[in-house]
């Protein structure tokens, strides 16, 4: 294989705003090419400075592909000088990396064909052994580009690259560094497989970062300001406040405000626990004297759930109604800031006060700033039409044609179609949504420059692809230019992308209206989707392809989404999960991505829900939230992993360490142990049946105007009256069951397969009538039950139901009464949603119900759906009934 570096000779420079900086992957050019490139803050080192009359290095700067730089390193080894070889080096894992980010799902391959090259293994000892001959800057870039192939510095196949590190950890390097090579050595360092080596390293770097602050004074340029955020990002912490020089004794000294310090402790989650406690007390205690751009720094690197910083955020909230309250004039960036900070989780009268300030004035952001205002106040967040409608008016000054403004266009359509819970219905409602959408379709019509030309990179593509099938008003048809390159661009797209075009395909066949649909549209959307299907199949076979994290990402993404997902691109993937065993080293994070996608799609795979339960067990970190999160997924799959009894025990002991726990959570954990494992935890039951906890429970419930909770309560609630009745938790659900679950029954009686009725005529027949034949009738707990009978156990005769009253049980004392020599049959038909996906394993919840029936006196008798669907002579379906009824004794 080949690997050819290119670039679409249309190519716009990107300009990345400065609260945005992103990585952007600098392609490299052919010979033929122009030297403008494409550049960002954390982009490839600049080429060696090339001798007029050095033909050599001219050359190999100028190869642009393995294939020719490989045999011109060979043919002159004997007049490579160390600068030579560091070239070909960087030109290598530059080539690779410019064929990876067009070819993303082919990274992999090119990573190992690089790696297992002699050549490239030739290189690498020449240079580590001319490392002298090389000033650190070489160092520091050769350093950068082999880390950001993902080479592992700990790892047995980078020698060279532990020798390198082991070099520029010293601090006579540290010292020499400029703003640039810090910014490029931390970049390499934080890479994810390698975070681990910056701790040590923390305070010789942090120094040299505080020197370089003071050296450079006011004197920032634009690439000092780009480093200058970067490395602020790297290293965890805010630019320092400066200090007067002339120090008054009265005057509290400037705070230390580590304002990225959640993003550093992400990477070192065992530090954090030590250094959040302080700086959280800094920041409290000095709120008021906190930017609100650091304060929106702080809120934004971590999420909301991160228990510390809702008191931060409540104060700042405090805060923002405070300077409100006084009306003295706010600048415009702290607005803007404040906005960002508080306007996405804050109520509805904040929102109104900040809607009301920001009319005021809105006028003068300029397009850069709306940009990142739109990420926070778009129709997800917003209900004031008259402040959107300006919002987009200011937006349309952004254009992908516009040189000052063109870098703005994209994030802002990648915002546009990220966010669609309330986008679709105001962008296509709305005069001044759908306005806004026209608008953009026709700056995308502008920038197409010739019918088959490439006129965008990759991930630009995919934006305007994903856009155009999110918001397809009237079924308009998309440009052509864009379909001819839909085929390759969907060939390289990962996962995720994969992920979004399947919503976005699903959106678009939702809105297509079945007699007004665009038919050019129609089949478009349809050729996307064959492609996607085709494509990704095609992709199964190599393993290596898709990590478990990435693959379980893809399928959560999609199952979670509010489309329904019926595509059969999904089932190889999901088959996919069986080819991972109990060797497969899981994190926390994709136990908690599993736990969720098989709770949603009820899937069983045994070998990873066990290895799921040894990773729980052998983590340090593990929460009792995430506890529960995976006790939900047993629940609903209803499996008992190999090493529960010890889960269990764990789950115990963080519940008697007081480990914070939602009320959500702590119904599903009892209802799992006591229902599903029959083990007891009776500080966590006397907790939940405590007056306090039920009253929460009540006001959380009327707040929101949904009985999740009471339906997991309920539920609980069944379970220890009937499966423990040794604990003596009384019954409390009768109103629940008679106001909520039993008009759910006829709801869902509604809806029943014709197999329903066929099964009650039948019944009707073979017992002799209808008065012997009971439907939709519950249990005395309000379990559901299809059909009913009583039959006598002498002679198998049935009994008529209005002798007795079956409802009585319902608010007396809950014993299931059963006449005198006879015996209560509940008859339950099953349907697919009784079983985990492909299967005929039952989820818990039918589990445990069939097993309550029999507890309570029932003869339970099942009609698989599997079973009856395959009769299909009425006098067969009839033979079936009868003997199921008679003679079986399940």
């Not at 980010?101 to 001319?130: A, G, K, T, V, W």
């Not at 044609?401 to 990220?418: G, H, K, R």
Request: aromatic share 10%.
């Amino acid at each position: 294989m080949h690997l050819f570096s290119f670039r679409p000779s249309s190519l716009y420079r990107l300009k990345q705003p400065l609260w945005t900086i992103k990585s952007t992957i600098r392609t490299l050019t052919d010979a033929c090419i122009t030297s403008e490139a494409v550049k960002s803050a954390e982009d490839d080192p600049a080429p060696f400075m090339v001798d007029s009359n050095d033909s050599l290095m001219t050359a190999i700067q100028s190869c642009s592909s393995l294939s020719t730089l490989f045999p011109l390193v060979r043919a002159n080894l004997p007049q490579h000088r160390a600068q030579h070889i560091a070239s070909a080096l960087l030109r290598a894992c530059n080539i690779v990396r410019s064929c990876a980010y067009f070819h993303p799902i082919h990274m992999e391959s090119y990573r190992q064909q690089l790696l297992n090259h002699p050549m490239f293994d030739l290189l690498c000892h020449l240079c580590e052994h001319r490392l002298l001959e090389l000033n650190f800057e070489d160092h520091v870039n050769i350093l950068s580009a082999l880390v950001k192939l993902d080479i592992r510095m700990s790892s047995s196949e980078s020698p060279f690259l532990r020798h390198l590190f082991t070099e520029l950890a010293q601090r006579e390097y540290i010292a020499k560094f400029d703003l640039n090579l810090l910014h490029r050595f931390l970049i390499a360092v934080v890479k994810k497989s390698n975070r681990h080596l910056l701790l040590p390293l923390y305070k010789p770097l942090l120094e040299r970062f505080h020197q370089l602050l003071i050296d450079h004074g006011p004197n920032h340029n634009t690439a000092s300001i780009k480093c200058t955020i970067g490395v602020t990002h790297l290293l965890g912490m805010a630019i320092p406040l400066s200090k007067s020089s002339s120090s008054d004794d009265t005057q509290a000294p400037s705070p230390d405000i580590f304002v990225r310090l959640l993003t550093l402790g992400g990477m070192f989650p065992e530090e954090m626990k030590t250094w959040i406690p302080h700086v959280m007390a800094n920041w409290l205690q000095n709120l008021n004297r906190i930017l609100w751009f650091d304060l929106y720094l702080i809120l934004s690197s971590a999420k909301r759930h991160f228990r510390p910083l809702n008191e931060l955020f409540e104060s700042a909230v405090a805060r923002c109604n405070s300077e409100l309250d006084q009306e003295q004039d706010l600048i415009d960036h702290d607005v803007l800031y404040m906005i960002c900070a508080l306007y996405r989780h804050s109520k509805i009268k904040l929102k109104l006060r900040l809607n009301r300030r920001l009319h005021m004035c809105l006028d003068r952001f300029d397009p850069h700033e709306m940009c990142l205002l739109y990420q926070h106040i778009n129709p997800d967040t917003c209900n004031d039409w008259d402040l959107l409608a300006r919002i987009h008016s200011k937006l349309k000054q952004i254009s992908p044609t516009n040189d000052e403004y063109e870098s703005d266009f994209w994030p802002m359509l990648t915002i546009l179609t990220e966010h669609i819970n309330k986008n679709i219905d105001y962008y296509t409602s709305e005069p001044a949504g759908a306005d806004f959408i026209m608008h953009l379709r026709g700056e995308i019509e502008r920038m197409k420059s010739g019918p088959n030309e490439t006129w965008f990179i990759r991930d630009q593509h995919l934006t305007i692809l994903t856009f155009y099938l999110k918001y397809a008003l009237s079924g308009t048809a998309i440009p052509s230019n864009i379909m001819s390159n839909a085929e390759g661009v969907i060939s390289q797209a990962d996962l995720k992308d994969t992920g979004t075009l399947l919503a976005g395909y699903y959106n678009a066949a939702s809105l297509l209206s079945p007699h007004g649909a665009n038919m050019t549209f129609q089949r478009q959307i349809e050729q996307i989707h064959r492609t996607l299907v085709s494509q990704k199949k095609e992709h199964l076979s190599n393993l290596s392809i898709y990590p478990l994290s990435h693959l379980v990402n893809f399928l959560s993404h999609i199952t979670s989404s509010r489309y329904n997902i019926g595509t059969p691109l999904l089932e190889p993937f999901f088959e996919r999960l069986n080819s991972y065993d109990n060797q497969t080293s899981l994190s926390l994070r994709d136990v908690n991505s599993l736990s969720l996608l098989f709770s949603h799609s009820a899937r069983l795979y045994p070998a990873l829900l066990d290895s799921m339960c040894s990773t729980l067990i052998d983590t340090q970190s593990t929460s009792l939230r995430l506890i529960s999160t995976y006790f939900r997924c047993l629940f609903k799959v209803n499996y008992k992993p190999e090493q529960i009894n010890d889960l269990c025990s764990l789950a115990r002991h963080l519940y008697e360490n007081k480990d914070e726990l939602r009320s959500f959570d702590m119904l599903w954990l009892a209802m799992t142990t006591t229902g599903l494992f029959n083990q007891i935890d009776e500080h966590l039951l006397n907790d939940i049946f405590s007056l306090s906890f039920l009253d929460s429970i009540d006001q959380i419930s009327m707040k929101r105007h949904t009985n999740p909770l009471g339906q997991s309560l309920f539920r609980l609630n069944q379970i220890v009256c009937i499966d423990q009745p040794q604990l003596n938790i009384p019954w409390f659900n009768d109103r629940f069951g008679l106001e909520v679950v039993i008009p759910d029954m006829r709801r869902h009686w509604q809806t029943r397969h014709t197999v329903f009725d066929h099964v009650e005529s039948n019944l009707t027949t073979i017992l002799g009538g209808r008065e012997y034949v009971q439907k939709l009738p519950v249990s005395p707990y309000f379990h559901e039950i299809d059909f009913e009978c009583i039959l006598r156990l002498d002679n198998r005769k049935p009994v008529r139901f209005d002798q007795y009253d079956l409802m009585k049980n319902i608010s007396g004392d809950k014993k299931l009464e059963i006449p005198e020599g006879c015996e209560r049959v509940a008859i339950q038909l099953t349907t697919p949603n009784h079983y985990c996906q492909n299967t005929n394993h039952y989820v818990g919840s039918v589990e445990i119900t069939f097993r309550h029936l029999k507890k309570l006196g029932y003869r339970v008798v099942v009609l698989p759906y599997y079973e009856l669907s395959a009769i299909e002579s009425s006098a067969a379906r009839y033979r079936y009934l009868h003997n199921k009824v008679f003679k079986n004794n399940q």
